[in-house]
Structure formats: structure tokens, C-alpha cells
């Protein structure tokens, strides 16, 4: 069973840092593109970041490039990202998703962790 | 960047009804397109890939169809697990982008 767990989800001041981690199990994880997505509260759903299986390709959304870095561990099935520079406009749900195939459709989600931006 | 349009915002039905969604692309997709339902407070289930690919375990009243820019998610006959938001997300390009989301709310 594929089982995907975040963590690392706090309360930061605007301008700090935090950063997730997502645990994946029951499934070769080394094999699959790994994402990040995340949903402000009220809101739809919002792409973060994408990496490659190997991890030698990432990519992000425009609202985080330059300040969030996506990377994993292959031999440890984990996912991170490093998120830096925080803003208001940051808080939201992060979910960690699995790529379906060698595709970027999302066939498996985690539980979410929350991340609130505030002074 | 390519943006996607989801019609309408809020739907209301009852048990039984035949329901359509729309989702509309700025550019062509082809059919490099999903569906995902969500409930509130809960993880967005994936439903349909490549336009109209039903995922496993699926029910099979969901049905997906189009290519290019106009796609639909249809439920043939709604049921009162269905009441969600249902979500469209092109995955032809970075960055990747999702539909603002359609609410199916009990008429």
C-alpha cells in the first residue's frame, strides 16, 4: 500500500524557514517524479514543485522559484522541501503527491501539513 | 504559463442527476489532462488521467471526456458520496496549473 506521511508543518514569522519532509512507503520510490502541492486555506489547489526520479531536474511555480527547494533521498524514500523567505501568502496545506507513471498527473496524496506564515 | 478555467464554480443537484463539468485550457493540451475529487478537510482523490482514463477503483458513473481545450468530468448519476469540489489540472507543460475548482453542493 502506498503511504505517503509530511511532516515539519509549523507556525514561522514572515521572512523565516522551514522545511518538510515526506516519508514514502510501498512503492519503489527512486522510480517516480515527486511533487509538492499546496492549498491556502478556503482555496483550490496550487502546484509547488516537481523532481525527477534521480533528482537531476527540478522545477517550480512562479510564486516560489528563487525561495523553495525540492529534493529527496533516494535511499531513505524521503521528499523535502526547503522553504525560505517565508510569506503570509505561503500559508497553506502542503501535500506531498506521487507522479502517476512517468507522468505528472497525481495518483497518490499525503495527509497534508500545515504551514502558517504569521507574526 | 497555461491557465485553466473550471464552469461553473457551484453546482446544485440532486441524487440521481446527470452532472457536467467543464474545464477549459488557454492553450492545447491535448489530452494531458486529470480530475481529482476533494472533501472538505480531506486529501484530493485522483479520478481520471489523459482526459478520460478512469483510475482503479474508480466508480464507473465518472467519465472523462474531450481533447485539446474543452474537456468535461461527468457523473452519470449522482450519488451522496459525490457532493465535493472536483479539481482539473493540465500536466501538458510547467508550470503545472489546476482548475479553480467546481463545488457540486446538495440542491
Known amino acids: 500500500e502506498v503511504q505517503l506521511v509530511e511532516s515539519g508543518g509549523d507556525l514561522v514569522q514572515p521572512g523565516g524557514s522551514l522545511r518538510l519532509s515526506c516519508a514514502a512507503s510501498?512503492?519503489?520510490?527512486?522510480?517516480?517524479?515527486m511533487n509538492w502541492v499546496r492549498q491556502a486555506p478556503g482555496k483550490g489547489l496550487e502546484w509547488v514543485s516537481t523532481?525527477?526520479?534521480?533528482?537531476?531536474?527540478?522545477y517550480y511555480g512562479d510564486s516560489v522559484k528563487g525561495r523553495f527547494i525540492i529534493s529527496r533521498d533516494n535511499p531513505k524514500n524521503t521528499l523535502f522541501l526547503q522553504m525560505n523567505s517565508l510569506r503570509a501568502e505561503d500559508t497553506a496545506v502542503y501535500y506531498c503527491?506521487?507522479?502517476?507513471?512517468?507522468?505528472?498527473?497525481?495518483?497518490?496524496w499525503g495527509q497534508g501539513t500545515l504551514v502558517t506564515v504569521s507574526s | 504559463d497555461i491557465q485553466m478555467t473550471q464552469s461553473p464554480s457551484t453546482l446544485s443537484a440532486s441524487v440521481g442527476d446527470r452532472v457536467t463539468i467543464t474545464c477549459r485550457a488557454s492553450q492545447s493540451i491535448s489530452s494531458w489532462l486529470a480530475w481529482y475529487q476533494q472533501k472538505p478537510g480531506k486529501v484530493p482523490k485522483f479520478l481520471i488521467y489523459?482526459?478520460?482514463s478512469l483510475e482503479s477503483g474508480v466508480p464507473s458513473r465518472f467519465s472523462g471526456s474531450g481533447s485539446g481545450t474543452e474537456f468535461t468530468l461527468t457523473i452519470s448519476s449522482l450519488q451522496p458520496d459525490d457532493f465535493a469540489s472536483y479539481y482539473c489540472q493540465q500536466y501538458k507543460s510547467y508550470p503545472l496549473t489546476f482548475g479553480g475548482g467546481t463545488k457540486v453542493e446538495i440542491k
Open positions: 523532481i525527477l526520479s534521480s533528482g537531476d531536474g527540478t
Open positions: 503527491a506521487k507522479a502517476r507513471d512517468g507522468y505528472l498527473s497525481f495518483d497518490y
Open positions: 489523459k482526459a478520460s
Open positions: 510501498g512503492f519503489t520510490f527512486s522510480n517516480y517524479k
